[in-house]
């Protein structure tokens, strides 16, 4: 039984490094990097970013898929994957404060006028305006797990009147916390900004098209840092340019990277990111090994996500 990891995404992480890390912690075990040759029949758990096509279809004996990150909703649609195959993913507190810091800047990017002001100093100009009073600005959370949570609790302790979303009841002091799909309009309704750090599912996929962005302010600002198809692009841009919607911060996008004519990047209204909000995986990559012998020994595994829920 062995264990193979296929990343490709070398900037990030190389395979041969991750298999450096795990090695010692599970000697004796057979670790591959990125094809396991002859060996396909052996191997039991696969370590992946992505799943990419035709990878698991060559794994007879594959029983896990381990997912480097959070967000695990292709791969749990994936149509090609086995169906008893299960699917775990890592639970690091790096990028938990990274998303939630990534939030706020943009936030506060809003509430202190930053590019007003940067605007202003290149030409010289002393031009006051007043910041805005954070205690009567409403931010809302979409996703109130493991990174939502976090970011919620950032919000709360700036002093922002916060409210939170997610699919079952919650209880997180400083926010007001509300639950399924009818109170979703009315949070949108309320809020200066909305950040949304929702998993990819056969729920939220869309989830935020035309009728819905139609609840928001039009001076609001929405922030997306869970995943891209969340949105309906077509029906933001409209919302933006039609002044009903303040502007956007984007950091996932349905298609990645984004392609080169995107009329996202030129839009005045609208900040792109790279998919950087959240990066590093510090602290939890001893989890993988880990799970590998937790599989091994048929107990329970780590962070084991719900393949019909798709996260
Ligand atoms: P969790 O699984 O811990 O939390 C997901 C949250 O979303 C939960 O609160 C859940 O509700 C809620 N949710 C799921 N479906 C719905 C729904 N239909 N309606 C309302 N709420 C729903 O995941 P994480 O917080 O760890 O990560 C969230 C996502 O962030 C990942 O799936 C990934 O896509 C993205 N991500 C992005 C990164 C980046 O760099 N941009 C980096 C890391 C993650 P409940 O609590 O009731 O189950």
Redesign the pocket.
Known sequence: MSLLIDIRDPIWMTEESLKDYLQPLLPGVAIYCCDAGEHKADITMLVVVSLYPGVSEELPNLKLVQKL?????TIARDPNLAKDVRIA?L?PQA??Q??AE?CVAYVLREQRNMQFHEHHQSNANWMQIPPKKSPTTKVGV?????????TARAFAALGFEVLG??????NIEGVCCL???NA?PDLLSQCDYVAS?????N??VD?LDAKMLANMKPSAILIN???GDLIVEEDLLDAINNDRLGGAVL??FREEPLADDHPFWTHPKITITP?????HVDGALEDVAENYIRLMKDESLLHE?DRS???
């Open positions: 990150g959070a967000g695990v909703g993913r639970k990028p938990a990274e998303i990534y979409l996703g109130l797990g493991h990174i939502g949570s976090y979303w997610s699919r079952s009841p919650k639950h399924d799909e979703l750090i929702l998993p990819s599912t729920e939220t989830l840092a869970g995943r950091d996932v998919h950087v909000s959240g990066w996500t829920l798709g996260y």
